[in-house]
């Protein structure tokens, strides 16, 4: 029996995937988690085999929470479901850690067999999400997203490098790197850049 979560952000009412999933008899619906910093600790108390995250936030804000999950339980994988017309929800083109990617629109046949695909070891990436990906000129890495994510999120540097396994001096440089590459001003321009052009919620 595949046991299935959802995550998502709390008064979000996005896919409706235990609709899509309820009616196959190989599945175990174990319920909706909120999507956020906690999620790492609510799921390995209810240990579920895939996670289907149905969120707003972008793809560079989803992987440090994707990350700690898949470090609590190891086991876990994790779906995230992409707006192909959102820049940032698309698939990186090189590291996406644990995060694996199909359209939000995706019918409930192909949902239910990426999940069973996912609770069998394999990888899962739409061809439809990747080809958006590869057409997109991005900018800025994965990883630079990522760290101007959290400190959209208000987080301070040192927070910063304890949840991506980074030193502070490697997050100012990032920073550093960022502002330059956007021709921000500073650090909050920086952020108010990306988010304009669709790279953060």
Same mark, same amino acid.
């Given at each position: 029996?595949?046991?299935?979560?959802?995550?998502?952000?709390?008064?979000? *009412?996005?896919?409706?995937?235990?609709?899509? #999933?309820?009616?196959?008899?190989?599945?175990?619906?174990?319920?909706? #988690?909120? *999507?956020?910093?906690?999620?790492?600790?609510?799921?390995?108390?209810?240990?579920?085999?895939?996670?289907?995250?149905?969120?707003?936030?972008?793809?560079?804000?989803?992987?440090?929470?994707?990350?700690?999950?898949?470090?609590?339980?190891?086991?876990?994988? /994790?779906?995230?479901?992409?707006?192909?017309?959102?820049?940032?929800?698309?698939?990186?083109?090189?590291?996406?850690?644990?995060?694996?990617?199909?359209?939000?629109?995706?019918?409930?046949?192909?949902?239910?067999?990426?999940?069973?695909?996912?609770?069998?070891?394999?990888?899962?990436?739409?061809?439809?999400?990747?080809?958006?990906? /590869? /057409?997109?000129?991005?900018?800025?890495?994965?990883?630079?997203?990522?760290?101007?994510?959290?400190?959209?999120?208000?987080?301070?540097?040192?927070?910063?490098?304890?949840?991506?396994?980074?030193?502070?001096?490697?997050?100012?440089?990032?920073?550093?790197?960022?502002?330059?590459?956007?021709?921000?001003?500073?650090?909050?321009?920086?952020?108010?850049?990306?988010?304009?052009?669709?790279?953060?919620?």
């Amino acid at each position: 029996m595949i046991r299935v979560a959802v995550a998502r952000d709390e008064g979000y *009412f996005g896919v409706p995937v235990r609709a899509l #999933l309820e009616s196959n008899p190989d599945m175990h619906f174990i319920g909706t #988690l909120p *999507f956020g910093n906690d999620l790492p600790q609510v799921a390995s108390e209810m240990w579920p085999s895939v996670i289907v995250i149905d969120t707003e936030y972008m793809v560079s804000q989803v992987l440090p929470v994707a990350n700690a999950v898949r470090s609590a339980n190891p086991s876990c994988a /994790l779906l995230l479901l992409c707006d192909p017309n959102k820049r940032g929800m698309l698939p990186p083109r090189h590291r996406s850690g644990p995060l694996n990617f199909l359209p939000k629109d995706a019918s409930a046949n192909l949902l239910a067999d990426s999940v069973r695909r996912l609770a069998g070891g394999e990888r899962v990436v739409s061809a439809r999400l990747q080809t958006a990906s /590869l /057409l997109t000129d991005k900018g800025l890495t994965t990883r630079e997203l990522e760290v101007l994510g959290l400190a959209a999120e208000g987080e301070p540097v040192k927070e910063i490098a304890r949840k991506l396994f980074l030193s502070g001096g490697t997050v100012r440089n990032y920073l550093s790197a960022i502002i330059a590459k956007t021709g921000a001003r500073n650090r909050l321009d920086a952020i108010r850049i990306a988010r304009k052009d669709g790279w953060l919620r």
